[in-house]
């Protein structure tokens, strides 16, 4: 079945760059999310990859998909305190045809030192 | 931000009683998804809906049952609350466009 992976804790320092780490299972997933969550707060989607591109840049954010291994890393450029907060992945697991329905990570809490 | 509200925000009820959650958007999106957050597990989908009077199951359905009788609202029932469905629940709407959903800011519900 379908399943996503992420490592549950990362912390970094002000300034440093974060690489939150993602693995999933179905090869067929057309679209992957990055989502972020912000202490009693909703889910906030920050960017996407179509699965037929290795790489996505929006301001500081790197986001990095490897189809062979199912890979999917989002590197946040020069961390500020601000960017404290949980991180999901995502994946639309059934093609152009589904529904929508999303399977999500654990999500990985991301602390930023000062 | 995606026009979506939740309500109530908090709740606390006791065991066996219903439970109802109401998710409100203005987007006019044609879909519309239950999730609970739980430690440990991230976000579950519950229940989805693909149009009015359109519904189907999610991975977690056990217990809860959807309702859609106007586009703009998705209702999540809980026949008789249990203990196992403290959580924080979100609704969630999509628009077609790349799969792409927008979250609401989530119900606390507390069962004792």
């Known amino acids: 079945g379908e399943d996503v992976e992420q490592s549950l804790f990362l912390s970094v320092r002000e300034g440093d760059s974060s690489v939150i780490n993602c693995t999933y299972t179905?090869?067929?997933?057309?679209?992957l999310y990055w989502y972020k969550q912000e202490p009693g707060a909703g889910l906030q989607l920050l960017t996407y990859i179509f699965s037929n591109m290795d790489m996505k840049q929006d301001q500081r954010l790197t986001v990095l998909l490897n189809k062979k291994d199912k890979h999917l890393s989002l590197r946040i450029a020069d961390t500020q305190t601000g960017d404290s907060a949980i991180y999901f992945c995502?994946?639309?697991?059934?093609?152009?045809?589904?529904?929508?329905?999303?399977?999500f990570g654990q999500g990985t809490t991301l602390q930023v030192k000062p | 931000d995606a026009g979506i509200t939740q309500s109530p925000r908090h709740k606390v009820t006791e065991t066996g009683t219903p439970v109802t959650l109401r998710c409100h958007q203005t987007e006019n999106h044609r879909y519309m998804y239950w999730y609970r957050q739980d430690p440990g597990h991230g976000l579950r989908l519950i229940h989805y809906s693909y149009g009015v009077k359109d519904t189907d199951k999610g991975e977690v359905s056990d217990g809860y049952s959807v309702s859609r009788s106007k586009t703009e609202d998705f209702l999540l029932t809980l026949e008789s609350a249990t203990s196992s469905q403290t959580s924080v629940y979100f609704c969630a709407i999509g628009t077609g466009r790349e799969e792409t959903q927008y979250f609401g800011p989530g119900t606390r519900l507390l069962v004792l």
């Open positions: 179905d090869s067929s997933s057309t679209y």
């Open positions: 995502a994946e639309s697991p059934y093609g152009s045809s589904n529904t929508g329905k999303l399977i």
